[in-house]
C-alpha cells in the first residue's frame, strides 16, 4: 500500500473528511506538515477536497519564524493553494494569562485554526501529526502520570473540525515521500534540543528501544493508544447513560450521589468526577490524575474537610453526596512540605505537578532562555545550599520583590495579581534557608536573582 493510499485508508477509518469538503492544512513549514499539504493536494481530485493552508507565527523564534512565515506563503504561492497567515505575541499571552508557553501556544493555535477554516469556509483543519508523534505523546503522558485518555494520546478526530490524516503513517515513510517528490521544507533547530522532553524521546529513547527490545515500538505503542481511546470512548458513553440520574448541578454546586458513586466501579469513579468538575468549572483545564487520585482517597471519609481543586473548586464529602462548590476566598490549602535536592524533581501530590531543577552554565542559558519567561525560575546557583523546600503559603510569607528595597507580604502581592483562591491555592512557595525565592508566575525575591556576577544558574522547570 503506498502513501497516498494510507493517508486514505486513515481518513476513511475515522471518518475524517466527506467527499466536497474544504479542509485547511495547519502549514507550519517543516517535513511533516509539507508532506500533509502536498498529500491532500494529490488527493484533492480523487476525494473531491477543497485544499488550503495557515500558517500562525507565534512570535518566539524571532527571524527564523518570519521566515518560516514567509517560506510558508511562497510554497502555497508555488502550488496554487490559499494561504492565511497571522502573528500572535504567544509570551506575552503566557505572563497576562498566568499560562506556560505550551499552553498558550496551544490555545492560541486552535484558536487561529478556528478563524483561518472561518476565512476559507472550510469544515475542516488537518495537522500532520504522525504515528511517532503519537508515540512520544504516550510515552510523555506515561513519564508524566496519566488516565486513559491521556495513554489514548492524540486522537484522529478532535471536536468534529481538528483531523489528524497522517496517523497511520510513520515518519520514516514521510521523509521516504519527501525524496520521491523532491518536497523542500525548513528544519526547527530547537527539534534537536534534548532539554526538551519531546526531543530526548524522540532522539534518545524510541531508538533504544527500537533497536535493543521491539523494532516494531512505535507501531505498538500505536495499537496501545488505540485501544485505550477505544476504552475511554465506552466510559464516556457509559457515563452518558448514569450521570443524569447520579450528577447534579444546582447553581454554583455540583452534588454526586455518594451511595451511587461507591457502587461504581474503581474505573468509572475518576470520570464521574471529572464530569462534575467540569459541569461545575465549563471545563478540566489543570485538573491532573494526582487530584483525582486525592479526591478518591477522600471519598471513603465522611466530612474530612475541603481540598482545593484548580479554577475555584472547592471539593467536601457529607452523609449523602460528594460536593463540589466555589472555593471560600479565605480558604487555606492542604499543608505540605518537601524537600528537593539539588539538582533533581520532586513531585507534589497535593497539586498533582513535578518540578524539575538544573544547575546551567550561564552562557548556556543566554543562549536558550528568556529571565522574563514566567514559565521557568532561573537564579543565582551559589546563592543556594544541596536542597530547597516547595510548601504551600502560610500567614505571614513575605520577600523582597525583584527590584525592591523593601520586603512585601506575600498575601499583598497575591491581591495586587488579582488571583484568584484557587490560583493562590495551587502556586507552591519556594524557600532556601528559610527565606522565600519564588511563587511560581508570581514573585521573585531580588536576594536570589541573577546579575552580573552569576556564572552558574539554578534553573527550575515544571514537568507536567
Given at each position: 500500500?503506498?502513501?497516498?493510499?494510507?493517508?486514505?485508508?486513515?481518513?476513511?477509518?475515522?471518518?475524517?473528511?466527506?467527499?466536497?469538503?474544504?479542509?485547511?492544512?495547519?502549514?507550519s513549514?517543516?517535513a511533516?506538515?509539507?508532506?500533509?499539504?502536498?498529500?491532500?493536494?494529490?488527493?484533492s481530485?480523487?476525494?473531491?477536497l477543497?485544499?488550503?493552508?495557515?500558517?500562525?507565527?507565534?512570535?518566539?523564534?524571532?527571524?527564523?519564524?518570519?521566515?518560516d512565515?514567509?517560506?510558508?506563503?511562497?510554497?502555497?504561492?508555488?502550488l496554487?493553494?490559499?494561504f492565511?497567515t497571522s502573528?500572535?505575541?504567544?509570551?506575552?499571552?503566557?505572563?497576562?494569562?498566568?499560562?506556560?508557553?505550551e499552553e498558550?501556544?496551544?490555545?492560541?493555535?486552535?484558536?487561529?485554526?478556528?478563524?483561518a477554516?472561518?476565512?476559507?469556509?472550510?469544515?475542516?483543519v488537518?495537522?500532520a501529526?504522525?504515528?511517532n508523534?503519537?508515540?512520544?505523546?504516550?510515552?510523555?503522558?506515561?513519564?508524566?502520570?496519566?488516565g486513559?485518555?491521556?495513554?489514548?494520546?492524540?486522537?484522529?478526530?478532535?471536536?468534529?473540525?481538528?483531523?489528524?490524516?497522517?496517523?497511520?503513517?510513520?515518519?520514516?515513510?514521510?521523509?521516504?515521500?519527501?525524496?520521491e517528490n523532491?518536497?523542500?521544507?525548513?528544519?526547527?533547530?530547537?527539534?534537536?534540543?534534548?532539554?526538551?522532553?519531546?526531543?530526548?524521546?524522540?532522539?534518545?529513547?524510541?531508538?533504544?528501544?527500537?533497536?535493543?527490545?521491539?523494532?516494531?515500538?512505535?507501531?505498538v505503542?500505536?495499537?496501545?493508544?488505540?485501544?485505550?481511546?477505544?476504552?475511554y470512548?465506552?466510559?464516556?458513553k457509559?457515563?452518558?447513560?448514569?450521570?443524569?440520574?447520579m450528577?447534579?448541578?444546582?447553581?454554583?454546586?455540583?452534588?454526586?450521589?455518594?451511595?451511587?458513586?461507591r457502587?461504581?466501579?474503581?474505573?468509572l469513579?475518576?470520570?464521574?468526577?471529572?464530569?462534575?468538575?467540569?459541569?461545575?468549572?465549563?471545563?478540566?483545564?489543570?485538573?491532573?490524575?494526582?487530584?483525582?487520585?486525592?479526591?478518591?482517597?477522600?471519598?471513603?471519609?465522611?466530612?474530612?474537610g475541603?481540598?482545593?481543586?484548580?479554577?475555584?473548586?472547592a471539593?467536601?464529602?457529607?452523609?449523602?453526596?460528594?460536593?463540589?462548590?466555589?472555593?471560600?476566598e479565605?480558604?487555606?490549602?492542604?499543608?505540605?512540605?518537601?524537600?528537593?535536592?539539588?539538582?533533581g524533581?520532586?513531585?507534589?501530590?497535593?497539586?498533582g505537578?513535578r518540578?524539575?531543577?538544573?544547575?546551567?552554565?550561564r552562557?548556556?542559558?543566554?543562549e536558550?532562555?528568556?529571565?522574563?519567561?514566567?514559565?521557568?525560575?532561573?537564579?543565582?546557583a551559589?546563592?543556594?545550599?544541596?536542597?530547597?523546600?516547595?510548601?504551600?503559603?502560610?500567614?505571614?510569607?513575605?520577600?523582597?520583590?525583584?527590584?525592591m528595597?523593601?520586603?512585601?507580604?506575600?498575601?499583598?502581592?497575591?491581591?495586587?495579581?488579582?488571583?484568584?483562591?484557587?490560583?493562590?491555592?495551587?502556586?507552591?512557595?519556594?524557600?532556601?534557608?528559610?527565606?522565600?525565592?519564588w511563587?511560581?508566575?508570581?514573585?521573585?525575591?531580588?536576594?536570589?536573582?541573577?546579575?552580573?556576577n552569576?556564572?552558574?544558574?539554578?534553573?527550575?522547570?515544571?514537568?507536567?
Amino acid at each position: 500500500m503506498d502513501f497516498l493510499d494510507r493517508v486514505i485508508k486513515t481518513i476513511n477509518r475515522y471518518s475524517l473528511l466527506n467527499q466536497g469538503d474544504g479542509v485547511v492544512v495547519a502549514l507550519s513549514g517543516g517535513a511533516d506538515s509539507m508532506v500533509l499539504l502536498h498529500s491532500l493536494k494529490a488527493l484533492s481530485q480523487r476525494l473531491d477536497l477543497t485544499v488550503s493552508a495557515c500558517h500562525l507565527n507565534h512570535g518566539i523564534r524571532g527571524k527564523d519564524a518570519y521566515d518560516d512565515q514567509a517560506f510558508c506563503a511562497q510554497q502555497c504561492e508555488n502550488l496554487g493553494i490559499p494561504f492565511y497567515t497571522s502573528n500572535v505575541n504567544v509570551p506575552a499571552i503566557a505572563k497576562n494569562e498566568a499560562l506556560n508557553l505550551e499552553e498558550a501556544g496551544r490555545l492560541e493555535r486552535r484558536k487561529f485554526y478556528k478563524e483561518a477554516a472561518e476565512h476559507f469556509g472550510a469544515k475542516k483543519v488537518a495537522t500532520a501529526h504522525h504515528m511517532n508523534d503519537q508515540a512520544e505523546t504516550v510515552i510523555i503522558n506515561l513519564i508524566r502520570g496519566s488516565g486513559q485518555k491521556g495513554l489514548g494520546g492524540i486522537y484522529p478526530l478532535y471536536e468534529d473540525w481538528l483531523i489528524r490524516p497522517l496517523l497511520q503513517v510513520k515518519r520514516d515513510d514521510i521523509l521516504d515521500y519527501i525524496l520521491e517528490n523532491n518536497i523542500i521544507f525548513r528544519e526547527d533547530a530547537s527539534n534537536q534540543d534534548k532539554n526538551i522532553i519531546r526531543n530526548k524521546i524522540r532522539i534518545d529513547l524510541i531508538p533504544y528501544i527500537e533497536k535493543r527490545y521491539n523494532p516494531a515500538f512505535v507501531e505498538v505503542i500505536n495499537r496501545t493508544s488505540e485501544i485505550q481511546r477505544d476504552l475511554y470512548d465506552f466510559a464516556q458513553k457509559e457515563l452518558d447513560r448514569i450521570s443524569p440520574e447520579m450528577i447534579i448541578k444546582d447553581g454554583d454546586a455540583v452534588r454526586i450521589n455518594l451511595q451511587m458513586f461507591r457502587r461504581l466501579h474503581p474505573g468509572l469513579q475518576g470520570f464521574v468526577l471529572r464530569r462534575g468538575f467540569e459541569m461545575l468549572s465549563g471545563n478540566t483545564r489543570g485538573l491532573t490524575l494526582g487530584h483525582i487520585s486525592q479526591v478518591l482517597a477522600s471519598t471513603s471519609v465522611e466530612g474530612k474537610g475541603s481540598i482545593t481543586l484548580p479554577g475555584d473548586v472547592a471539593f467536601a464529602v457529607d452523609e449523602s453526596y460528594l460536593l463540589l462548590t466555589l472555593a471560600a476566598e479565605d480558604e487555606m490549602p492542604l499543608e505540605y512540605s518537601y524537600e528537593m535536592v539539588i539538582p533533581g524533581e520532586q513531585f507534589i501530590s497535593e497539586l498533582g505537578t513535578r518540578w524539575k531543577a538544573d544547575i546551567i552554565d550561564r552562557s548556556e542559558f543566554d543562549e536558550k532562555y528568556d529571565l522574563k519567561d514566567d514559565s521557568i525560575g532561573a537564579f543565582d546557583a551559589s546563592k543556594f545550599d544541596d536542597t530547597i523546600t516547595i510548601r504551600n503559603r502560610v500567614e505571614g510569607d513575605s520577600l523582597r520583590p525583584l527590584g525592591m528595597d523593601g520586603t512585601r507580604k506575600l498575601k499583598d502581592i497575591y491581591i495586587d495579581k488579582k488571583l484568584s483562591p484557587a490560583e493562590k491555592n495551587q502556586t507552591p512557595v519556594f524557600t532556601s534557608g528559610g527565606f522565600i525565592f519564588w511563587a511560581p508566575g508570581i514573585v521573585v525575591s531580588d536576594d536570589f536573582k541573577v546579575d552580573v556576577n552569576t556564572e552558574n544558574i539554578l534553573l527550575f522547570t515544571q514537568i507536567k
